[in-house]
């Protein structure tokens, strides 16, 4: 048998009409140890001459750098990053209302500011990040803790060019060409032939003085078949080498559609048979959980970064340069 209580229930008042749902101060709902405080606050005393120096003037206002900024690194803070999700945080949550002073940028405004203005001047505001966080005495540079990590590139991973597989074809293509120009000068009669030695390791450079050279000298038909297969098949792959082991440098590999990016093996490997990905190894120098310096490298060991942070150790007292 059900019984029904005597008891009044009671509820608060509900109403979606009133002319003001929100408190009359926009941080009376924030907490005073909120993170958007510490953002707010550290964001205000930054110098941000050569941010706005960014600016041309003229036309319709801008929204205000300083509160861009102000949400770019609230938002940066809780990992978003889209600016299409920025622009929906800052219509729902209150921390961003707070920060925008309820200003609403369209995505698109939030994208430009951070293509065309911050992208050249985020480490110079990073720089003074961390002078006020010493200054604070938050971190102290006396004792810096560094680690790294693969950061895979959004190249494609069929992309990779070795610097293995270049010696090597390059090695046989400067054979072929050693042998062409032996044929087309055997051709060529004694009394006009240079009779310099072919050198084996020829480049494209001395390649086209040969090709100037012979092409001055009475040559036969076949010498000219040899010299077209020189000019327009040998020379153009052979400055395509040439233009390769420029871009490696130090490296062993790269990537095509990333040429910063090198092939290493990542952390997450789907096949677990150590296939390599285009990359890069990420090092952070950190301080009291606050990070104070980064720098990436083509490298795919640390120990071989070290020595770099070591330099930049000695040639300045803080270690603000973005290696």
Not at 146 to 163: C, H, M, P, Q, R
Request: glycine share 4%; net charge neutral.
């Amino acid at each position: 048998m059900c019984h029904k209580s005597s008891k009044v229930k009671a509820f608060k008042d509900y109403n979606q009409g009133l002319l003001n749902l929100f408190p009359s101060r926009l941080d009376e709902n924030i907490s005073d140890d909120s993170p958007v405080r510490m953002i707010n606050q550290v964001v205000d005393e930054l110098d941000i001459s050569v941010l706005l120096s960014t600016y041309q003037g003229g036309g319709s206002s801008s929204y205000h750098p300083r509160m861009l900024l102000k949400v770019l690194f609230y938002a940066y803070l809780n990992n978003i990053y889209s600016c299409r999700k920025i622009e929906k945080v800052m219509q729902e949550n209150i921390h961003y209302i707070w920060l925008s002073g309820s200003q609403y940028p369209s995505f698109s405004t939030i994208n430009r500011f951070r293509s065309e203005h911050v992208k050249d001047c985020v480490n110079s505001l990073f720089v003074q990040v961390v002078e006020m966080l010493v200054e604070l005495g938050y971190v102290s540079l006396e004792v810096q803790y560094i680690d790294g990590t693969k950061l895979e590139s959004v190249a494609n991973k069929y992309t990779f060019v070795w610097k293995k597989s270049i010696e090597y074809y390059k090695t046989n293509l400067q054979a072929k060409i050693a042998c062409v120009l032996r044929q087309i000068e055997e051709g060529i009669a004694s009394d006009n032939s240079s009779g310099d030695e072919v050198p084996f390791t020829i480049n494209s450079a001395e390649l086209k003085e040969r090709i100037c050279l012979i092409n001055r000298e009475n040559k036969s038909k076949s010498a000219l078949r040899e010299l077209k297969t020189l000019e327009e098949k040998h020379l153009p792959k052979l400055e395509e080498y040439e233009h390769h082991f420029q871009t490696l440098g130090n490296r062993n590999s790269y990537s095509k559609t990333d040429k910063s990016a090198t092939f290493m093996r990542m952390k997450e490997d789907a096949m677990n048979n150590g296939q390599t990905k285009p990359g890069y190894n990420l090092q952070i120098v950190t301080a009291n959980q606050y990070i104070l310096n980064y720098g990436f490298y083509s490298s795919p060991t640390d120990s071989t970064t070290l020595e770099s942070w070591v330099m930049t150790k000695k040639c300045s007292t803080l270690m603000f340069c973005i290696l």
